[in-house]
């Protein structure tokens, strides 16, 4: 028996009518969103349908606030604004990777994070997205992360865990899938090996000064980069991002993210440069200077096996006209979007993605008129 179940809302205006109720077993509780007044306000696991037609009853665990959707294998959750450690080890993972690890320490604005589970309570995917303020209108704008590690496209790249500990200590209910999801962002570390969400504020924004890189502009403000910073420009961008308050935070501007995984504008720029005869004409020189401690034959080894840090290499060519980049926009996307295009990535029941989407819709938008 649950210890009590309150009616959040009711709405007539959608056919049939819902509503959504929250029932709580002493610390622990359950959304469910019923489409039918008459039905008792029991468990159907938010949205009655999507796990057949009988009820199905899942306790949560303990819940955080800033929940705001919970669908069978997709559950949408927000954070406030907060100041957050960033663990950044400046080296891309290999057999000696380094094991120096810098922790910057950011304030972050208002956060979206949408965690993808299987049946069994597991974690498989997480996707994280910067906001100006709360979650109240599927039509509202997301940003793209400032943070290594993530896709251009707001998906982090899975952590690497040593044992299936770090795996199995989650608990198997919607709590855990929260906390696991927290995890994987924050509290995992973060190396080098993929920085195309943070490239894309530099390339997007053309006003460095309305970002949180302001104060290091330098490494940034006469290039539209490629695909990925360096190591340099990683430390330096975080730099200037401490010293943002976070008072002021939401004053700054990130961009959309990305509709794939990769921003395909930065992959075909790159090409085009790699592919120019001046990428080819002045590398041996730059590596020689780059690399001075080293002789003509590790010279020619990295040139043939491209062993080098080539954003590097190309900021040089950028800074001094030896290649142009074409300017680029990147449209404004919204939550209601980019859950399209999640449910198109991950199907996560038989129901077809309309009805989910509706249903996303209703759920939001309880958030933004409250009755």
């Known amino acids: 028996m649950k210890n009590n179940i309150n009616i959040l809302t009711f709405n007539r205006h959608y056919s ?4 959504v109720t929250f029932a709580e077993n002493d610390y622990n509780g359950s959304y469910c ?3 039918d007044k008459s039905n008792d306000y029991v468990l159907h696991h938010y949205a009655r349908g999507y796990m057949g037609s009988s009820p199905v009853e899942k306790n949560t665990g303990l819940m955080p606030p800033g929940v705001k959707a919970i669908f069978p294998n997709i559950v949408v959750f927000e954070r406030p604004p907060a100041y957050q450690n960033v663990f950044y080890i400046p080296d891309t993972v290999h057999q000696n990777m380094s094991d120096q690890e810098l922790t910057y320490r950011v304030a972050l604005p208002w956060q979206l994070y949408i965690a993808v589970y299987n049946s069994d309570y597991y974690l498989s995917n997480v996707y994280m997205y910067f906001m100006d303020g709360p979650l109240t209108s599927v039509d509202q704008k997301i940003y793209s992360p400032f943070i290594p590690n993530f896709f251009a496209n707001g998906l982090l790249c899975r952590p690497n865990f ?28 973060t190396n080098h090996d993929l920085t195309e969400s943070m490239v894309a504020l530099p390339k997007y924004i ?16 006469n290039e539209q980069l490629t695909y990925k910073f360096s190591t340099e420009q990683v430390k330096r961008a975080f730099s200037s991002w401490e010293q943002i308050d976070i008072k002021d935070i939401l004053n700054y501007k990130w961009p959309a993210p990305c509709k794939t995984l990769h921003d395909h504008n930065n992959s075909g720029t790159f090409d085009q440069i790699y592919d120019s005869s001046a990428y080819h004409g002045y590398l041996g020189e730059w590596l020689s200077n780059y690399y001075d401690d080293e002789d003509e034959e590790s010279i020619e080894y990295r040139i043939d096996n491209d062993e080098y840090d080539q954003s590097v290499y190309i900021s040089f060519l950028l800074e001094r006209g030896y290649v142009t980049l074409p300017t680029s926009d990147r449209l404004d996307l919204s939550y209601k979007s980019m859950l399209d295009i999640i449910l198109n990535e ?15 819709v209703k759920i939001t938008q309880l958030w933004e008129n409250p009755s």
């Open 16 to 19: 049939p009518p819902y509503t």
């Open 33 to 35: 969103l019923n489409e």
């Open 162 to 189: 040593s044992t299936m500990d770090d795996v199995e200590r989650y608990s198997k209910d919607i709590s855990g899938i929260i906390t696991s999801a927290f995890d994987w962002v924050w509290n995992n570390g």
């Open 206 to 221: 053309k006003d460095i000064n309305s970002t949180v890189i302001k104060n290091e502009p330098d490494p940034f403000v």
């Open 346 to 360: 991950h199907r996560t029941s038989s129901r077809d993605k309309v009805s989910t989407i509706r249903d996303m």
